[in-house]
């Protein structure tokens, strides 16, 4: 079967894109205003794109209206974000975090989350997340009605729990978060994982 995403099913695309590439991961993204209205959002459209400098991409879309979501207008207000990943403690609440909220009304309160400070950028991180990425944006690539925002990841925030300092890894063993699956409300745990180790040649 072949679909066209550009004219057949242009106005499936998300929905059919969304529920075929999965599981994908989550951002919980924290960005602040001018003001200091801290806000919280989902991303799944969201993955690290390179190391070298470390960077990461969310696509932040847009209102019904047209009108940029809030994490896109502090964004470009301030130039700077907090990417907060998702385990299976916070999972709920992450999802409280989607809820349309007028601007400059926090998310947070609604959730239950808190807040704690960040070491470069003002955004605030959410205390209960088992890491968080402090970013300060790089550029934004707009194609079509799509924002994509990269962000340089200048810190990285991680329960002690989940780093093994000797060794200088992560204990991914030990970290449960989930991924998003097909749209608009299935989602998914790791905990079932299995090893392929690379050929050398």
């Not at 499936?12 to 590439?21: C, E, G, H, K, N």
């Not at 130039?79 to 299976?88: I, K, P, R, T, Y």
Request: glycine residues 4%.
């Amino acid at each position: 079967m072949e679909l066209d995403l550009e004219k057949q099913y242009a106005d499936r695309a998300y929905t059919i894109l969304a529920s075929l590439v999965t599981p994908r991961p989550i951002a919980l993204v924290t960005t602040i205003s001018p003001q200091g209205d801290v806000n919280a959002a989902p991303f799944s459209f969201f993955n690290l794109m390179g190391a070298h400098p470390p960077i990461v991409a969310i696509a932040p879309g847009d209102r019904d209206d047209g009108s940029p979501k809030d994490t896109a207008v502090n964004i470009q207000l301030t130039g700077e974000f907090v990417v907060n990943l998702v385990d299976e403690a916070i999972a709920d609440a992450m999802n409280e975090c989607a809820a349309p909220l007028p601007y400059g009304t926090s998310e947070l309160a609604r959730s239950g989350l808190h807040t704690a400070n960040s070491s470069l950028v003002k955004t605030p991180r959410i205390a209960e997340a088992p890491a968080s990425l402090e970013c300060n944006e790089s550029q934004v690539l707009t194609i079509g009605r799509n924002r994509v925002v990269i962000g340089v990841i200048k810190r990285l925030h991680l329960r002690d729990e989940f780093f093994d300092i000797e060794k200088r890894r992560v204990r991914s063993e030990n970290l449960y978060l989930i991924g998003r699956m097909a749209a608009p409300d299935w989602y998914c745990r790791t905990r079932d994982r299995f090893e392929l180790i690379r050929p050398k040649r």
